[in-house]
């Protein structure tokens, strides 16, 4: 029997995920096992044998427990005391997809491979987008 490994030149499909009402970090888990392949037969750790997902109602993604208010990101600028935080709130209302971009990049292996996978995620604050011509399909949970 002979192992076949995945070769990058597939079709990727394109998935549109309706983030309204589901939890952040299950949420996160299935982009980022979409934009993997890990739900193929086919497959390999090692390639990008993904499809591209479109995330849309970013901002009315929903956490759990008092992550609103006290979940913070922490962005440091390189210099001295140049650490600043912001909340999960203040993101919801000012950059709400940065929110779903930074969850699923941390479910994502910290290798090259990742920055590939990561360009296949489109995540918008509202209901529409502009991949159309794509013809995107639902994808089930």
Not at 38 to 54: A, E, Q
Not at 106 to 120: F, Q, S, V
């Amino acid at each position: 029997m002979k192992t076949t490994i995945a070769k990058n030149e597939e079709q990727k499909q394109w998935y549109v995920v309706d983030a309204k009402d589901l939890v952040l970090g299950r949420l996160a888990v299935k982009i980022a096992n979409v934009l993997r392949g890990r739900y193929k037969p086919t497959y390999t750790p090692h390639v990008d044998c993904g499809d591209h997902v479109i995330v849309i109602n970013a901002e009315k993604v929903r956490v759990t427990g008092k992550k609103e208010t006290d979940k913070e990101y922490m962005f440091y600028s390189g210099y001295v005391g140049g650490e600043k935080y912001v909340s999960l709130a203040e993101f919801r209302a000012r950059k709400p997809e940065f929110i779903i971009t930074n969850a699923v990049r941390g479910m994502l292996p910290g290798n090259k491979l990742a920055n590939e996978l990561i360009k296949k995620l489109h995540v918008y604050a509202g209901e529409s987008h502009p991949h159309e011509a794509q013809q995107p399909k639902p994808f089930n949970f």
